[in-house]
């Protein structure tokens, strides 16, 4: 397979199961991260790994952030989350270490951080695990992000769940990059895709 098939044939998967990365994987995972654009060199990104028997008590601390943000969170909505968080075979918290003074602006921190993970989910797929980036409402809670700590002003950007794939699958079918791209030539573009 070549570098770029490996990276056409990735897809996102919540189907996982044990093993995780050992902890030389994870380390060479990682180090992709550091490959990532960062515009001033702040090295937004921090990664929060949790395995083994820290799992029941971060899903724990999940169930807690979602009733803070709706004290009437449905049942099976908090059980769903419970199961999914104690049972992953890895999480890694995804942190923004941010510095809202900094001359780089907010939002291109937040881009380096995205750009890192999209690095990390490549070489996890690279490696033959599988993954999932996993946000929501949850990653607004400044509570929840002090708790694993990143205190204000950092923030989360959400969760991966990460093991081995249960099985394999083919990838989903993607749109043609045709339909997201067009040629300026001097006057505004217009994309396929936004004609649907």
């Given at each position: 397979m070549t570098p770029l098939d490996m990276l056409l044939?990735?897809?996102?998967?919540?189907?996982?199961?044990?093993?995780?990365?050992?902890?030389?994987?994870?380390?060479?995972?990682?180090?992709t991260a550091m490959r990532a654009p960062d515009h001033g060199?702040?090295?937004p990104w921090r990664y929060v790994l949790i395995e083994g028997n820290a799992r029941p008590l971060a899903a724990?601390?999940?169930?807690?952030?979602?009733?803070?943000?709706?004290?009437?969170a449905p049942e099976a909505k908090l059980t769903k989350r419970r199961t999914r968080f104690s049972t992953m075979?890895?999480?890694?918290?995804l942190g923004m270490h941010l510095r809202p003074d900094n001359k780089i602006p907010l939002w291109e921190q937040e881009m380096a951080v995205a750009a890192a993970t999209m690095n990390v989910l490549n070489a996890l797929h690279a490696t033959g695990f599988g993954a999932v980036?996993?946000?929501?409402?949850?990653?607004?809670?400044?509570?929840?992000?002090?708790?694993?700590?990143?205190?204000?002003?950092?923030?989360?950007?959400?969760?991966?769940?990460?093991?081995?794939?249960?099985?394999?699958?083919?990838?989903?079918?993607?749109?043609d990059p045709a339909q997201f791209s067009a040629y300026w030539t001097g006057t505004p573009v217009t994309f396929a895709a936004d004609k649907e």
């Open positions: 044939s990735r897809a996102s998967t919540d189907h996982l199961v044990e093993p995780a990365p050992s902890a030389a994987q994870l380390a060479d995972v990682l180090a060199k702040l090295r724990e601390r999940i169930v807690a952030s979602m009733l803070r943000l709706d004290p009437n075979p890895l999480i890694i918290a980036w996993v946000s929501g409402e949850i990653t607004e809670d400044p509570v929840l992000a002090a708790e694993l700590g990143l205190p204000a002003p950092h923030k989360l950007a959400g969760f991966l769940f990460v093991g081995t794939p249960a099985e394999q699958r083919q990838p989903p079918r993607r749109p």
